[in-house]
């Protein structure tokens, strides 16, 4: 725990540009020596039936930047790039979690909305999960990653693989238009915006869905908190049950998932993470996506909410729902039980 709160100081940056503090379970290891874990990872793979527990105590306890050092040395001392000897060596979801690993959040995040739209038919889950609960700083840095690693936009990606007003609220997120939160409260502005919600939406015949895009992709989180909060003077729902009645499909479910992380991202996650170990055949890409790029942002907060809330420990959660060398790895990524 000593280490874990060493780091609550790094900051990122929140929804809008503000310093918001990380909650991490994954923390640099002190004493790091990549030249030993890189040879302990090559000899684990090179046993015969490859030592599995080796790589998970290693990969799932080190920094991304500590995986990188030891992915450098096992180049030099293997002459083989890690990330393919360790596709080579595992399968299923713990080699997914494993290569997970070996990307830095943004790379990981970009190759995962790559692979939501490549190929046949699009995994809107896994798209509406990045873009919506994605702050802007963070989707800066993936529509960097995808250029880098695909030579390609993500805009265009997006643009070719969606459409309607489901590629329209997706393209107005990743174009990371958003005010920054602002120490004054505009309550003019305020009501404004929760009048317009309600007039383009609950009080007409149709939804002017144009003007519910605009405003949730581009007012800050604060300033949203207190509209959905003015909406509720306006309106006889609130505005999830607005969206409800609204709008259908893949665009309710962004809306709503832009709500839920405006409201409390790490709560969304906990929810996704609690809904897609209980559904029928467990959802373990989901699982993987969530626990791989959370667990040096928020994952520790993403506990808490997550025992608040499902009166269970993510970890007691992880025990009974995933098993063998996937189910450690995950509790070793988790940091502990609650």
């Keep these: 725990m000593a280490m874990v709160s060493e780091f609550l100081g790094q900051l990122t940056l ?74 080579g060596a595992l399968s299923g979801s713990l080699e997914a979690l494993m290569l997970g690993l070996m990307k830095s959040t943004a790379q990981y995040d970009a190759s995962e909305l790559r692979a939501s739209m490549k190929g046949l038919g699009t995994d809107e889950e896994a798209l509406i999960e990045i873009v919506c609960s994605r702050n802007p700083e963070e989707l800066m840095e993936i529509k960097r990653e995808y250029r880098e690693m695909f030579k390609k936009e993500v805009e265009k990606d997006i643009a070719g693989d969606t459409s309607g007003n489901f590629a329209k609220l997706l393209l107005a997120l990743v174009q990371t238009r958003r005010d920054d939160p602002s120490n004054v409260v505009d309550y003019q502005k305020i009501d404004d915006d929760a009048r317009c919600l309600y007039e383009a939406g609950v009080k007409r015949k149709g939804t002017d869905v144009t003007t519910w895009i605009s405003i949730m992709s581009q007012r800050s989180v604060p300033h949203l908190q207190k509209v959905f909060e003015r ?63 959370r667990c040096e942002v928020d994952l520790m907060k993403i506990r808490t909410e997550f025992k608040r809330h499902h009166r269970r420990s993510l970890y007691q959660t992880i025990a009974e729902h995933t098993k063998g060398d996937y189910q450690k790895a995950l509790l070793s990524l988790c940091g502990g039980d609650d």
């Excluded at 090179?46 to 990188?68: F, P, W």
């Design 14 to 87: 929140a929804y809008g540009g503000e310093p918001e503090p990380k909650y991490p379970t994954v923390v640099p290891v002190r004493d790091f020596d990549p030249s030993q874990d890189a040879a302990r990872i090559e000899a684990a793979i090179k046993m015969k039936g490859v030592d599995e527990q080796t790589i998970i105590d290693i990969l799932t306890r080190r920094s991304c930047q500590q995986r990188r050092e030891i992915a450098f040395e096992y180049e030099r001392i293997a002459r083989k790039d890690l990330s393919s000897a360790l596709k």
């Design 231 to 293: 909406y509720k003077s306006y309106s006889p729902y609130d505005i999830k049950e607005s969206i409800k009645k609204e709008v259908k499909g893949d665009l309710e479910k962004s809306f709503l998932t832009l709500v839920e992380c405006f409201e409390n991202r790490q709560l969304y996650f906990a929810n996704r993470l609690n809904d897609a170990m209980k559904s029928k055949g467990a959802k373990e890409k989901v699982v993987t996506r969530i626990m791989a790029s």
